[in-house]
């Protein structure tokens, strides 16, 4: 009675595991190795040294978060703002490659028409740095266009710089920084 019950078992068990067989698409033995001795994974996967690999964190510096555009001779009059931007995220992703660091900032916000408003699009100037203790070594202005299909809406805006190589760093200690910057003060026409 018990061979009745053990012999149909192991067809069964035997069936699945030759189905299982039939199943693997990676083309190698049972033990996953491919016999050609080639490590490299398949195009488009991610490693697990960049899963685990070191990647800066993107910070607000205090005082960036906010932009506020004025019409012209309105400086600080909220009467005259015709727009106020405001940073509600950041993020990051890094790749490496030939013993430099790709960073890849994302930076996403929102703009808020003001009185003195009526453009479909905003102006908003976004500064993006990489640091290294007291050593710059990335640091760019970028200008960039929030349009709105309504010019007297909210719209959000989303913005990324994906061109900053640096070497790949030996320490964990490089920062990055996001945020609005109006660049340095204009000159005044006395001034001139």
């Given at each position: ?14 069936f ?8 693997s ?18 195009q ?24 506020n ?32 660091l ?15 408003g ?36 909210a ?16 320490q964990?200690?490089?920062?990055i ?10 000159k ?5």
């Open positions: 009675m018990a061979n009745r019950r053990i012999v149909p078992g192991l067809i069964v068990s035997g699945i595991f030759a189905v299982a067989g039939c199943q698409g990676d083309g190698g033995s049972l033990l996953g190795s491919s016999g050609g001795g080639d490590a490299k994974p398949p488009g996967k991610v490693l697990e040294s960049e899963l685990r690999g070191y990647c800066p964190r993107v910070t607000l510096r205090d005082g960036t978060a906010y932009f555009s004025y019409a012209k001779g309105g400086q600080d009059d909220p009467t005259k703002l015709q727009y106020q931007a405001s940073i509600t995220d950041v993020t990051r992703a890094c790749s490496r490659s030939g013993g430099n790709t960073i890849n900032v994302a930076v996403a916000g929102r703009v808020v028409p003001g009185p003195a009526g453009s479909a699009s905003a102006t908003v100037p976004i500064r993006i740095a990489v640091v290294q203790g007291d050593t710059i070594l990335y640091s760019q202005l970028h200008k960039h266009q929030a349009a709105s299909a309504d010019s007297s809406t719209t959000q805006f989303m913005f990324n710089d994906p061109n900053i190589t640096i070497p790949e760093p030996s964990q200690n490089i920062q920084f996001a945020g609005f910057d109006e660049g340095p003060p204009k005044s026409a006395s001034a001139q």
